[in-house]
């Protein structure tokens, strides 16, 4: 399975992002209403600043305490990005995701993002394609 299918199974809205001088606290509220576990730190909507997720603010609220609510989303997010093309397999994402220890992904085309996806929304996918292959394996069997 490729991304471009994740992709087609996830609502239609844009990716949620936050522009650079967004604080710590406003990100929170964003990332509780939405019930999402990170979101694109972005200028534009379109090319990748950062990404910031709940972890990135837990571990500042166990640092720093309460009084990082206050800084903007510049000093918390991750600038070195891991990105997928539309094209790349699930396998491949995993792989990615996996090896760097992340759980959230641009999907990127050039230098527009053109989705976001999580490790949730990949395995979700595998787990389909699992049982597909298990219904395609079992119907041999049987003869269907």
């Not at 609220?61 to 997928?84: F, H, N, P, Y």
Request: proline content about 3%.
């Amino acid at each position: 399975m490729h991304v471009a299918q994740i992709l087609k199974t996830k609502p239609a809205s844009e990716v949620i992002t936050v522009t650079p001088g967004t604080s710590v606290a406003e990100l929170a509220h964003v990332l509780s209403v939405r019930k999402i576990g990170a979101v694109v730190v972005s200028p534009d909507g379109q090319r990748v600043a950062g990404i910031v997720s709940e972890r990135d603010v837990v571990r500042e609220l166990g640092k720093r305490g309460a009084a990082c609510l206050a800084d903007t989303v510049d000093s918390l997010m991750t600038t070195r990005i891991v990105s997928c093309t539309a094209q790349e397999t699930t396998h491949d994402v995993l792989q990615k995701m996996t090896d760097g220890r992340f759980r959230h992904m641009p999907v990127m085309e050039g230098e527009v993002m053109v989705g976001f996806i999580s490790i949730g929304d990949v395995v979700k996918s595998r787990l389909m394609e699992l049982a597909a292959e298990k219904d395609a394996l079992e119907g041999m069997i049987k003869g269907f």
